[in-house]
């Protein structure tokens, strides 16, 4: 994940405000994109819900020297507040406008495929595929085990590879 | 990180396939993406390959509003004054019923009254309710009344806490009302989500391909009967469509083997169970759909926080004629068709993840009249 090394913020307190503009500029946009594909098409509410999610995990960390745990605590609060938030089915209208149309469709179907996917699933999927983040931390998020977290990662990835090529053979 | 686990550009050539079928031990995964996140070579070769797991990854370089960094800051510190602000302190109790009390003094004055019969505080759904009894003689019109509920309602919503509103009529015309503030009803509703309760094994073996059985195709599934016709393993439910059976840990792993050895490996074999943690040694239930590619089963999966199970299945007994099977995960039952639809609604309503495995239009379905009988698979979220 870009930025996950944050060895240059060195010893932190919340207080430091250089460190949390560092922090909120190396996570801001990642966690923006999660909570998107997690509520749907409604960037408003993913932008109240991003901006809330660090003020909260800022305000309650004892301490930033951990950047994991950080992280962790970060993006289990803004997977609660998605999981509150109502869910608005994707637009067609897509983000990469400018990309060439096979790409585009392409990147469509897989959208349309994880609208099809219960809110956990989506959720695991985007943790582990768009984050990259470990099975580790992932169970740290869920509150489950790792196991667990890796068994129901790759169902969910079964689920979405079946609704994709249930849209490519026109029955999504 | 250590130096061993750091990749080089061949490294990634090498790991490419595993990384993208996810089978990397979790150093080499994130030493794999470290690399990557650092070489824009590396970067451009990952992700030329179409993978959906790519994809998904490619999905994440939508760009956030540019002001997003400035606006957490701006909260942040707003965040922090209001700590540091002088305290008079108003509870959050005292303050909805400082509120409420502003709000219903008109009413009195403008003379509604309250039934004479006192009415129990109703239960809190899951969104806030404010009771206002209106009496037999308003001094208002019921319109103006209602109006005035949807204000206080409107009020509640925006408070974001669920309310009881007891109202209690005195000799002397004077009312009491006491809010109370059922604040940690919402976290437990989170902490339920967040936790997964296992459900019971959930299988959907498809035993044939084609309308007209092949021989291996009529075998499989007789394999399967025959694998759970066994000792230490009960049948709680059997149709033609739909197998339940109940066994221990290891009796279950030995009708799996036997399963992968008839069909030369598990591919006819789906696993849809939402969490897995089979103990050899506890007994387990497992739910067993028979498929065939050209005829459906009705069959549908609710996924669900568990506290919207017990409304589901009350929906589910309104809107059925007849229950056939129920247990903690699944019910089955009987109803008509022109039924369906409303119950569908309804349970999409409810908001619910809801999804079909029926195999639509298919001609069974079609020619089927009276009663279809169908499947609800419900699990946690």
Same mark, same amino acid.
């Given at each position: 994940?870009?930025?996950?090394?944050?060895?240059?913020?060195?010893?932190?307190?919340?207080?430091?405000?250089?460190?949390?503009? /560092? /922090?909120?500029?190396?996570?801001?946009?990642?966690?923006?994109?999660?909570?998107? @594909?997690?509520?749907?098409?409604?960037?408003?509410?993913? @932008?109240?819900?991003?901006?809330?999610?660090?003020?909260?995990? /800022?305000?309650?960390?004892?301490?930033?020297?951990?950047?994991?745990?950080?992280?962790?605590?970060?993006?289990?609060?803004?997977?609660?507040?998605?999981?509150?938030?109502?869910?608005?089915?994707?637009?067609?209208?897509?983000?990469?406008?400018?990309?060439?149309?096979?790409?585009?469709?392409?990147?469509?179907?897989?959208?349309?495929?994880?609208?099809?996917?219960?809110?956990?699933?989506?959720?695991?999927?985007?943790?582990?595929?768009?984050?990259?983040?470990?099975?580790?931390?992932?169970?740290?998020?869920?509150?489950?085990?790792?196991?667990?977290?890796?068994?129901?990662?790759?169902?969910?990835?079964?689920?979405?590879?079946?609704?994709?090529?249930?849209? /490519?053979?026109?029955?999504? | 990180?250590?130096?061993?686990?750091?990749?080089?550009?061949?490294?990634?050539?090498?790991? $490419?396939?595993?990384?993208?079928?996810?089978?990397?031990?979790?150093?080499?995964?994130?030493?794999?993406?470290?690399?990557?996140?650092?070489?824009?070579?590396?970067?451009?070769?990952?992700?030329?390959?179409?993978?959906?797991?790519?994809?998904?990854?490619?999905?994440?370089?939508?760009?956030? +509003?540019?002001?997003?960094?400035?606006?957490?800051?701006?909260?942040? #510190?707003?965040?922090?004054?209001?700590?540091? #602000?002088?305290?008079?302190?108003?509870?959050? #109790?005292?303050?909805?019923?400082?509120?409420?009390?502003?709000?219903?003094? *008109?009413? %009195?004055?403008?003379?509604?009254?309250?039934?004479?019969?006192?009415?129990?505080?109703?239960?809190?759904?899951?969104? +806030?309710?404010?009771?206002?009894?209106?009496?037999?003689?308003?001094?208002?019109?019921?319109?103006?009344?209602?109006?005035?509920?949807?204000?206080?309602?409107?009020?509640?919503?925006?408070?974001?806490?669920?309310?009881?509103?007891?109202?209690?009529?005195?000799?002397?015309?004077?009312?009491?009302?006491? %809010?109370?503030?059922?604040?940690?009803?919402?976290?437990?509703?989170?902490?339920?989500?967040?936790?997964?309760?296992?459900? *019971? $094994?959930?299988?959907?073996?498809?035993?044939?391909?084609?309308?007209?059985?092949?021989?291996?195709?009529?075998?499989?599934?007789?394999?399967?009967?025959?694998?759970?016709?066994?000792?230490?393993?009960?049948?709680?439910?059997? &149709?033609?469509?739909?197998?339940?059976?109940?066994?221990?840990?290891?009796?279950?792993?030995?009708?799996?083997?036997?399963?992968? $050895?008839?069909?030369?490996?598990?591919?006819? $074999?789906?696993?849809?169970?939402?969490?897995?943690?089979?103990?050899?040694?506890?007994?387990?239930?497992?739910?067993?759909?028979?498929?065939?590619?050209?005829?459906?089963?009705?069959?549908?999966?609710? &996924?669900?926080? *568990?506290?919207?199970?017990?409304?589901?299945?009350?929906?589910?007994?309104?809107?059925?004629?007849?229950?056939?099977?129920?247990?903690?995960?699944?019910?089955?039952?009987?109803?008509?068709?022109?039924?369906?639809? #409303?119950?569908?609604?309804?349970?999409?309503?409810?908001? %619910?993840?809801?999804?079909?495995?029926?195999?639509?239009?298919?001609?069974?379905?079609?020619?089927?009249?009276?009663?279809?009988?169908?499947?609800?698979? %419900?699990?946690?979220?």
């Amino acid at each position: 994940m870009p930025g996950r090394d944050c060895s240059d913020i060195g010893r932190s307190t919340p207080d430091n405000e250089g460190t949390v503009k /560092l /922090l909120a500029e190396q996570y801001q946009q990642r966690i923006f994109a999660l909570v998107l @594909y997690l509520i749907g098409d409604d960037r408003d509410k993913a @932008y109240d819900i991003t901006a809330s999610s660090f003020v909260e995990a /800022l305000s309650t960390a004892p301490s930033l020297e951990d950047k994991n745990a950080f992280l962790v605590r970060l993006i289990r609060i803004a997977i609660e507040k998605s999981r509150d938030a109502k869910i608005i089915p994707f637009s067609e209208e897509t983000d990469f406008a400018d990309f060439p149309p096979e790409r585009k469709n392409s990147l469509l179907m897989v959208k349309k495929a994880l609208q099809a996917l219960t809110f956990n699933e989506k959720a695991l999927l985007l943790l582990r595929d768009q984050l990259h983040l470990s099975y580790r931390e992932i169970s740290a998020i869920f509150r489950m085990s790792e196991g667990d977290a890796r068994i129901q990662t790759v169902r969910a990835r079964i689920r979405i590879r079946r609704k994709v090529e249930e849209i /490519l053979s026109g029955g999504g | 990180m250590e130096d061993n686990l750091n990749m080089t550009c061949s490294d990634i050539r090498k790991k $490419l396939k595993a990384f993208l079928d996810d089978l990397l031990a979790e150093d080499e995964y994130q030493a794999f993406v470290a690399h990557v996140d650092h070489c824009k070579e590396c970067n451009d070769y990952v992700r030329k390959i179409g993978s959906i797991s790519n994809q998904l990854w490619e999905l994440g370089d939508i760009k956030a +509003p540019s002001d997003l960094a400035s606006t957490i800051l701006f909260r942040l #510190k707003q965040a922090e004054q209001e700590i540091r #602000k002088p305290k008079f302190v108003i509870s959050k #109790k005292l303050g909805i019923g400082i509120l409420v009390v502003a709000l219903t003094v *008109p009413l %009195i004055f403008l003379g509604v009254y309250h039934l004479k019969s006192r009415k129990r505080p109703q239960d809190v759904g899951e969104t +806030p309710t404010i009771e206002v009894h209106v009496g037999r003689k308003p001094a208002i019109s019921r319109r103006e009344a209602e109006s005035l509920l949807g204000e206080l309602k409107g009020i509640a919503a925006r408070l974001g806490v669920s309310k009881k509103e007891k109202a209690v009529e005195s000799d002397t015309g004077r009312e009491e009302e006491a %809010i109370e503030e059922d604040a940690g009803r919402t976290t437990p509703v989170r902490k339920e989500a967040l936790l997964l309760v296992p459900k *019971p $094994l959930h299988w959907h073996f498809l035993y044939a391909k084609e309308r007209n059985l092949k021989r291996e195709e009529a075998q499989r599934k007789a394999g399967l009967t025959n694998a759970v016709n066994s000792p230490g393993i009960i049948t709680d439910y059997q &149709t033609e469509s739909l197998l339940v059976f109940t066994a221990k840990g290891e009796k279950i792993e030995n009708v799996l083997e036997k399963i992968i $050895l008839m069909s030369s490996g598990s591919s006819f $074999l789906r696993d849809y169970t939402p969490m897995v943690s089979v103990d050899p040694n506890q007994e387990h239930r497992v739910s067993v759909y028979f498929e065939k590619e050209t005829a459906s089963v009705r069959h549908w999966h609710a &996924t669900c926080v *568990p506290s919207q199970e017990q409304r589901l299945l009350d929906v589910i007994r309104e809107e059925s004629g007849r229950i056939n099977y129920e247990s903690e995960e699944l019910i089955v039952f009987s109803i008509s068709k022109d039924a369906i639809k #409303k119950l569908k609604a309804r349970i999409l309503a409810m908001r %619910i993840d809801f999804s079909e495995f029926d195999y639509a239009e298919s001609k069974e379905g079609r020619l089927q009249s009276g009663p279809v009988e169908i499947s609800v698979y %419900i699990s946690n979220r």
